[in-house]
């Protein structure tokens, strides 16, 4: 079963109304209570617009939700200055890298999920 398709994770396009794809995102389970957020991307003329966060909102939902995760991580790029913006305003904060030979490149970030929170 591929980890990000349910009940394994979650991959999420979004759809501008012309039908052309602007954004996407994908969690999967990384280990018993650790969900892991990846292949996270807007288009550049998205950015901005909430659709990033949106996104995310929405597997994190999932993580909580479907995977019964307490914890998510991700990593970006240590010079994507939008998507560490909006991880550190979503919440998470730097941790040290969980792949090993990722360091000296991406910056690591984890975020608790409460599990009774809602928030749709």
């Not at 996270?40 to 995310?56: D, F, K, Q």
């Not at 307490?70 to 909006?86: D, F, K, M, Y």
Request: net charge negative.
């Amino acid at each position: 079963m591929d980890q990000h398709t349910p009940p394994c994770g979650l991959f999420l396009i979004a759809w501008d109304q012309h039908g052309n794809p602007v954004g996407c995102g994908a969690v999967r389970r990384l280990a018993h209570s650790i969900a892991e957020i990846r292949k996270m991307y807007v288009i550049p003329a998205w950015r901005g617009s909430g659709l990033g966060r949106r996104l995310l909102d929405e597997l994190e939902s999932f993580a909580r939700d479907e995977l019964s995760a307490t914890t998510i991580r991700l990593e970006t790029g240590i010079h994507n200055n939008s998507a560490l913006r909006l991880y550190d305003a979503a919440g998470y904060h730097p941790i040290d890298s969980y792949v090993d030979g990722r360091a000296s490149f991406n910056a690591a970030r984890e975020k608790p999920l409460d599990v009774s929170e809602d928030q749709h």
